[in-house]
């Protein structure tokens, strides 16, 4: 598979995106705050009774924040926690109860969702009057509101298609190979500079943003936590390879459309060349993504496994039931003129330069 060729105008100012580990989050409850406080101490201080995680609603800032952290653990870890805290049996027994709780509330929220093949028809078809984030952001998202956007969606961006990698070695033959295939264009195809996590610190750059890895936990919500979780979930699961493959359907069928609509959106509000480029390159790669994940990574995996299918249909369901919570809570906080983040980011460079500030109704205090 061959990806066109970036745009150069992106590649001039390249971001750095630190890595060094995050700055722990503060806490937002009883789950979260007992956990923090066992990371910053020795490998086995007392954690948060598992009995306590189970009691959390699913999709609670507590609960969410707290498994957040949980994985992190398996990613680039928090500045000053030890890393052996990855594998401590009594934290994967925590995590273990909010997993199960998560889960819950995943397939609660999707029952009776269609089968794979009337799920997987439904997502090619764009509806003419669509409605979703995208579309508001395409016709009437203000700079402001796509920084807070760009900021929620950090948290998985910055570590672009590492939750997917996990499913890897679960897979088998075609499916394996096609899926590896697109692992290989989303992380840069050999070029560091082209990874899309980079890309989209570039994209972090020209909006005025801060491309510190995890600068922005503190700041997003829940519904963006729970996104990123799931991915997590699925991936560190063998049980659940087909529900990450039906979530990494979801994403590439419709990240094209998508994009297209979002690069519109910065070309319109002038947030910069690499700012357009980062959706620009979704819409032309993931337009080839879609039709092998399609053909390959569920045709692979269904003729290896065909009792997946059923999973496979929970993934895209549960996708689309998070990115609708994620995109209804941001419109909401935007149509009645609030900030959608817990924190506020303040004014953007591009902002500053033009002599330019947000009206003081859209940039309030923490809601």
């Given at each position: 598979m061959t990806l066109p060729m970036p745009d150069p105008r992106a590649t001039t100012t390249t971001a750095t995106a630190t890595s060094a580990g995050a700055v722990l989050p503060q806490a937002r409850g009883e789950v979260s705050s007992d956990l923090l406080a066992a990371l910053r101490g020795a490998v086995g201080t007392h954690l948060p009774d598992p009995a306590a995680a189970s009691r959390a609603a699913p999709f609670s800032e507590d609960l969410q924040l707290a498994l957040y952290i949980c994985y992190e653990l398996h990613y680039q870890g928090f500045a000053g926690v030890d890393a052996a805290w990855e594998w401590d049996p009594e934290l994967l027994r925590l995590r273990?109860?909010?997993?199960?709780?998560?889960?819950?509330?995943?397939?609660?929220?999707?029952?009776g969702h269609p089968g794979l093949e009337?799920?997987?028809?439904?997502?090619?078809?764009?509806?003419v009057d669509g409605t979703g984030i995208t579309h508001f952001l395409a016709e009437e998202?203000?700079?402001?509101?796509?920084?807070?956007?760009?900021?929620q969606r950090s948290l998985y961006h910055l570590k672009e298609a590492d939750p997917h990698a996990w499913v890897i070695p679960r897979l088998r033959g075609?499916?394996?190979?096609?899926?590896?295939?697109?692992?290989f264009d989303e992380f840069g195809a050999g070029h560091p500079e082209r990874i899309h996590a980079q890309l989209f610190a570039d994209l972090m750059h020209d909006l005025g943003?801060?491309?510190?890895?995890?600068?922005?936990?503190?700041?997003a919500g829940p519904e963006m936590l729970a996104t990123v979780n799931m991915m997590s979930l699925f991936g560190l699961h063998r049980a659940l390879r087909g529900a990450l493959v039906g979530h990494f359907a979801a994403v590439e069928t419709t990240s094209s459309p998508a994009s297209r609509r979002l690069a519109g959106a910065m070309r319109r509000t002038g947030a910069g060349p690499a700012a357009e480029h980062f959706y620009a390159e979704h819409v032309m790669a993931d337009a080839v993504h879609e039709q092998v994940v399609r053909r390959d990574v569920i045709g692979g995996l269904l003729a290896e496994e065909p009792?997946?299918?059923?999973?496979?249909?929970?993934?895209?369901?549960?996708?689309?039931?998070?990115?609708d919570r994620f995109g209804d809570r941001l419109t909401s906080m935007w149509r009645t003129g609030r900030t959608s983040l817990r924190v506020p980011l303040g004014i953007s460079r591009a902002e500053h330069d033009r002599g330019t500030t947000p009206p003081r109704?859209?940039?309030p205090g923490r809601t």
């Amino acid at each position: 598979m061959t990806l066109p060729m970036p745009d150069p105008r992106a590649t001039t100012t390249t971001a750095t995106a630190t890595s060094a580990g995050a700055v722990l989050p503060q806490a937002r409850g009883e789950v979260s705050s007992d956990l923090l406080a066992a990371l910053r101490g020795a490998v086995g201080t007392h954690l948060p009774d598992p009995a306590a995680a189970s009691r959390a609603a699913p999709f609670s800032e507590d609960l969410q924040l707290a498994l957040y952290i949980c994985y992190e653990l398996h990613y680039q870890g928090f500045a000053g926690v030890d890393a052996a805290w990855e594998w401590d049996p009594e934290l994967l027994r925590l995590r273990g109860a909010m997993e199960r709780r998560f889960l819950a509330g995943l397939r609660e929220g999707t029952a009776g969702h269609p089968g794979l093949e009337t799920a997987l028809d439904d997502i090619v078809v764009e509806p003419v009057d669509g409605t979703g984030i995208t579309h508001f952001l395409a016709e009437e998202g203000t700079l402001w509101q796509l920084r807070e956007y760009a900021a929620q969606r950090s948290l998985y961006h910055l570590k672009e298609a590492d939750p997917h990698a996990w499913v890897i070695p679960r897979l088998r033959g075609r499916a394996k190979a096609a899926f590896a295939a697109v692992e290989f264009d989303e992380f840069g195809a050999g070029h560091p500079e082209r990874i899309h996590a980079q890309l989209f610190a570039d994209l972090m750059h020209d909006l005025g943003l801060d491309t510190t890895y995890g600068r922005y936990l503190d700041a997003a919500g829940p519904e963006m936590l729970a996104t990123v979780n799931m991915m997590s979930l699925f991936g560190l699961h063998r049980a659940l390879r087909g529900a990450l493959v039906g979530h990494f359907a979801a994403v590439e069928t419709t990240s094209s459309p998508a994009s297209r609509r979002l690069a519109g959106a910065m070309r319109r509000t002038g947030a910069g060349p690499a700012a357009e480029h980062f959706y620009a390159e979704h819409v032309m790669a993931d337009a080839v993504h879609e039709q092998v994940v399609r053909r390959d990574v569920i045709g692979g995996l269904l003729a290896e496994e065909p009792s997946l299918a059923s999973d496979m249909a929970f993934g895209l369901a549960a996708t689309a039931m998070l990115d609708d919570r994620f995109g209804d809570r941001l419109t909401s906080m935007w149509r009645t003129g609030r900030t959608s983040l817990r924190v506020p980011l303040g004014i953007s460079r591009a902002e500053h330069d033009r002599g330019t500030t947000p009206p003081r109704e859209r940039e309030p205090g923490r809601t």
